[in-house]
């Protein structure tokens, strides 16, 4: 490619940009879309509760694995072959899902549409940082900012929709369309890059970190039904930990690792890292309990309660582009702090949900969630990965994936923990006064009518220890943001160059 070529193909980085963007939330969307398909597709199937999760658990843990990968294989056979060929691979592994015949064939076409949805998220967010600008890092970000907390917020609205009024099948093959058009797209508009050399794949820190993020997962993924405390569990945790351990050991050992943990030396990028594990515990867990709130204690339907799930999502389309540009002038300290005071804010107020709290109210609590985390996730993530030395960004973006995946799934694993006990206490609590009643024998009209009233003060009773247990989450969330605020005034303030240096060669 001619300068003047590679200088145009850097300059007119909007379309590239949209492009990189669309591909990327068709990747991210799955992760949440799918979730309200799960009681269609229990029953359809007919497997019990604990079966059905694997469809997600599988998706989940397949993630964590090729993750790490996704780096060394842009650089080793090029970030733009590696892209499309994802993008076609996930529309393939979308189709097959579509037309799943039974729960084993379901679990297996999506992990085959995890291996490219994990390459995606990496792949893209290291080519972000070689075509666009160094001054206007920022603004991209923001819109790139748009995959990664807007799509999973957008997923149980449309998959609501699509489930509830169309079809199930719906929410993989919409992807189908979408992947061969945006493949097609990025033929065209995105500059060619080179394959970089890169030494021999480390297969032994590939092993390490795939056991240990599967292990790990897999615990947290079916803590709650297997027992915290029973063997297979702590068996998992345990070669978890030890796996991680030892991959940190090889990847300092070798001459060129899978991912080179020095990174972490540099503490704006750690510091990022925490931020966004907190950032995106509080995003999942509202996510995930939000619309379970919504139907188990107020009634609504899937897509009554995705629909109050929309607006948060618009609002964050419009602040994290705004956010973007404020890092372009100074620097990622301020928005953050202000963006995650704002959201610890909000969710103090969201302590005080009840039966009877409006949806308006809850709407508006959302929204001012969202705006807090528009402001605030972008600007952390930019100020981190521009920390790094430029050579490190591929490693910096899989490493940022690998945490967003890892404490969304430990924060959710652990609040729902925390929920079941204070549940389990609250409704012992509170037994007392219709134990008596459930224990007595319907003989006649009247002890079938007592019955009957003593089992809706019994159910009435469950949802309110439900909702007092989410107002306990509430809690530990605000906690968590609150130490986040505390964090982010460690980060950098002012404009500061990101990680660009020398960019690596465009292909010809």
Known sequence: MSA?????????????????????????LDTSIVNVAI???????GVTADDIEWIATSYTLVLGVVVPASSWLGNRFGMKRVYNASLLAFAAGSALCGVAWDLDSMIAFRILQAIPGGVLPVVTLSMLYQIVPK??????MGLYGLGIIAAPAVGPTLGGYLVE????????????????????????LLPGFAAQ???RFDLLGFVTIATGLSALLLALSEGQSWGWTSYPVVILIILGVLSLALFVVIELEVEEPLLDVRVFRSWPYTNSLLLISVLSVGLFASLFYIPVFLQQAQGLGAFEAGLVLMPQALVMAVFMPLAGRLYDRIGARWP?????????????LMQD????TAQSEIVGLLCLRAVGMGLAMMPIMTGGISAVPPAHVGFASAFNNVAQRVSSALGLAVLTAFMTIQQAQLSADRAGMVAADLAMPALGPGQRGQMMGTMMVYQQTQTQVFVSSLDDVMLINTVMTVVGVGLALFLRSGRSAPAGGARPALAE
């Open 197 to 199: 050399r890169v030494g």
């Open 39 to 45: 009681p269609e597709m229990q029953v359809i199937f």
């Open 165 to 188: 009024y169309v079809d199930w099948r719906l929410i993989f093959l919409i992807n189908v369309p979408i992947g061969i058009l945006g493949a097609v797209a990025a033929w065209f």
């Open 353 to 356: 949900f009840t039966v009877e």
């Open 4 to 28: 003047a070529t590679e200088a145009q193909a850097r300059t007119g980085w909007g379309l590239p940009l949209v492009v990189l963007v669309a591909g990327m939330f068709m990747s991210v």
């Open 135 to 140: 001054e206007k890092i920022g603004t991209a």
């Open 336 to 348: 953050a702090v202000v963006g995650l005071s704002i959201v610890a804010w909000a969710t103090h």
